[in-house]
């Protein structure tokens, strides 16, 4: 069975950093593409970052450059380091996996398996 948990979420102000990290369990071959995702009220699912097979990374252009995506296959965790936190960065944030190798956007269709999302608020 496939379990993604999602932690690290918490409230900071701007300019703050957090961490989040996705445990993920089960099948390790489901966990080839791997990517975050968030969801602010009254908006659509967009794509944060993603990690793909050969280890390249997708970042949504708001966040480039502030935020870093990694995965420890040692440990069975997926990180997203966010630095230099914005207000508009406050949703829920959510790890996705998918064992397709082809992947290579950040689309939530695609995503088979999801965490249940952790909050980030940032407040200015």
């Known amino acids: 069975q496939v379990q993604l948990v999602e932690s690290g979420g918490g409230s900071v102000q701007a300019g703050g950093s957090l961490r989040l990290s996705c445990a993920a369990s089960g099948y390790m071959a489901n966990y080839v593409s791997m990517g975050w995702f968030r969801q602010a009220p009254g908006k659509e699912r967009e794509g944060v970052a993603g990690?793909?097979?050969?280890?390249?990374?997708t970042y949504l252009d708001s966040v480039k450059g502030r935020f870093t995506i990694s995965k420890d296959n040692a440990k069975n965790t997926l990180y997203l380091q966010m630095n230099s936190l914005k207000p508009e960065d406050t949703a829920m944030y959510y790890c996705?996996?998918?064992?397709?190798?082809?992947?290579?956007?950040?689309?939530?269709?695609?995503?088979?398996?999801w965490g249940q999302g952790t909050q980030v608020t940032v407040s200015s």
């Open positions: 990690i793909w097979r050969d280890g390249t990374t």
């Open positions: 996705a996996a998918d064992p397709r190798w082809s992947l290579r956007a950040l689309r939530p269709r695609d995503f088979g398996y």
